[in-house]
C-alpha cells in the first residue's frame, strides 16, 4: 500500500491563482481530511469528508472546497489564493471511528 | 493542549533518559486522545491512543497517561533515543452522527541530547 499520497510536494502561487492540492489513498478509509499547519498552530482543520459525496467543513474552511465523489481521492481547491493561505497542508485518512489517523507528507504552499 | 500560541514549547533531555510530554485539553467530549510524532519534513505519524475511560495505556518504550480530572494527558517515552527527536502533537477525537472531529494542540518539541 502506498498509504496516503499528496501532490505537489511544493506549489508557489500569485495571488489570485487557483489550484487543486491532490490527495488520494489506497487503504479504502471512509473518513478523509484536510489539515493547515502554521508555525506553533498545531494542525487545523480544513473539511472533511465520511464518505463518497459528503464533506463537512472544519475550523478554517474559507477560501478552499472539497469535494468526494469517490473513497480514494479527496482534493483541496483554492479558488483564488492569499497571502494567508501560504502553509504546509496535509491529508489525512481513517476508518471509521479510528483515532489513527493516516497522513500525507504535506504540501508546502507559497501564495506571492 | 487545545491553546493556541506562537512559540512552540521545547523539552530537552539527555540520551537514555525518560521522557514526559504534557498536554492539557479543554473537550471534555473526547472518545479517544492520541499522540502523533512529527519528523522534520515529514507528516504527523500516529504513537498510540487511549480511551476516555481509561487512565493508562502503555506502547513500546512509551505510555499514555489521561486525567480527566485536571484534563491533562501525558507521554512518557523511556530511555529516549536520538530518533524520538521530533514534534509531538497531541489530539482529542469525538464522534458523532457526522463522523469524527479531531482537534490537535499545538504540539512540543523534543529535542535528545547526545
Known amino acids: 500500500n502506498a498509504g496516503v499520497t499528496q501532490t505537489p510536494k511544493f506549489q508557489v502561487l500569485k495571488t489570485g491563482q487557483s489550484m487543486t492540492l491532490q490527495c488520494a489513498q489506497d487503504?479504502?478509509?471512509?473518513?478523509m481530511s484536510w489539515y493547515r499547519q502554521d508555525p506553533g498552530m498545531g494542525l487545523r482543520l480544513i473539511h472533511y469528508?465520511?464518505?463518497?459525496?459528503?464533506?463537512d467543513q472544519g475550523e478554517v474552511p474559507n477560501g478552499y472546497n472539497v469535494s468526494r465523489s469517490t473513497t480514494e481521492d479527496f482534493p483541496l481547491r483554492l479558488l483564488s489564493a492569499a497571502p494567508s493561505q501560504t502553509s504546509v497542508y496535509f491529508c489525512?485518512?481513517?476508518?471509521?471511528?479510528?483515532?489513527?489517523?493516516?497522513f500525507g507528507e504535506g504540501s508546502r504552499l507559497t501564495v506571492l | 493542549g487545545e491553546s493556541v500560541g506562537l512559540h512552540l514549547p521545547t523539552l530537552s533531555v539527555q540520551e537514555g533518559d525518560n521522557s514526559i510530554i504534557n498536554c492539557a485539553y479543554s473537550?471534555?467530549?473526547?472518545?479517544?486522545f492520541i499522540w502523533y510524532k512529527q519528523e522534520s519534513g515529514k507528516g504527523p505519524q500516529f504513537i498510540i491512543d487511549?480511551?476516555?475511560?481509561?487512565d493508562k495505556r502503555q506502547g513500546q518504550r512509551v505510555t499514555v497517561l489521561l486525567n480527566k480530572t485536571v484534563k491533562h494527558l501525558s507521554l512518557q517515552i523511556a530511555a529516549t533515543q536520538p530518533g524520538d527527536s521530533a514534534v509531538y502533537f497531541c489530539?482529542?477525537?469525538?464522534?458523532?452522527?457526522?463522523?469524527?472531529?479531531?482537534?490537535f494542540g499545538p504540539g512540543t518539541r523534543l529535542s535528545v541530547l547526545p
Open positions: 489525512a485518512s481513517t476508518h471509521d471511528g479510528s483515532g489513527e489517523l493516516f
Open positions: 489530539a482529542g477525537m469525538h464522534r458523532d452522527n457526522y463522523g469524527q472531529n479531531f482537534v
Open positions: 487503504m479504502n478509509h471512509e473518513y
Open positions: 487511549i480511551r476516555s475511560n481509561m
Open positions: 469528508s465520511v464518505g463518497a459525496g459528503i464533506t
Open positions: 473537550n471534555s467530549a473526547s472518545d479517544y
